[in-house]
């Protein structure tokens, strides 16, 4: 069977930290990038909300 080969734990821990990563990504870009950059636009802003996970709130996404 295909099923037996396919180490489904490794890839949702990969898929977990993938996450995890993003989530941090998206916390530190949104904090500190208009501290280094200043006004950053609105494209960015929007990108940095979406990876800390605002997509999934269908209040926050209009």
């Given at each position: 069977m295909v099923h037996s080969r396919?180490?489904?734990?490794r890839y949702a821990?990969?898929?977990?930290?993938?996450g995890v990563v993003v989530f941090a990504?998206?916390?530190v870009g949104h904090a500190v990038g208009p501290a280094v950059f200043g006004s950053l636009p609105a494209w960015e802003?929007?990108?940095?909300?979406l990876m800390?996970?605002?997509?999934?709130?269908?209040r926050c996404v209009r």
């Open positions: 396919i180490d489904y734990s821990r990969g898929g977990f930290l993938a990504l998206g916390i802003r929007t990108l940095f909300v800390e996970g605002a997509a999934s709130c269908s």
